[in-house]
């Protein structure tokens, strides 16, 4: 079974590094609004929106959805007052993916 949480903030004027700072976490992906990224398959692609997003990483497809939540509880416990205040955040959420 493979399961993924993931926290995702995203906006039209988020800036990235000004998240991680805020929350003193690195995030597995950022990107500004107008940043290019190559593709896997070598296609120009341009982010529509600010983007900052941590995942709870299990390569081993071991941990439980218990274990998941505890791991993005750990990591942000520190900072669950600046969550709802966040500058230029459009929209915020955890997303959580089980697939059998």
């Known amino acids: 079974m493979l399961i993924s949480v993931t926290l995702r903030v995203k906006g039209d004027l988020l800036d990235p590094k000004g998240i991680t700072a805020i929350l003193n976490?690195?995030?597995h992906v950022s990107m500004?609004?107008?940043e290019t990224r190559i593709s896997s398959s070598k296609r120009e692609i341009v982010s529509k929106f600010g983007l900052w997003e941590?995942?709870?990483d299990d390569a081993s497809?071991?941990?439980t959805i218990d274990d998941h939540i505890k791991r993005l509880k750990s990591t942000f416990q520190h900072a669950y007052d600046l969550l709802p205040n966040l500058p230029?955040?459009?929209n915020a959420w955890?997303?959580?993916c089980i697939v059998d």
């Open 25 to 27: 976490v690195v995030p």
């Open 32 to 34: 500004y609004k107008g």
């Open 54 to 56: 941590w995942y709870s």
């Open 61 to 63: 497809n071991t941990l």
């Open 88 to 90: 230029n955040v459009d």
């Open 94 to 96: 955890v997303d959580i």
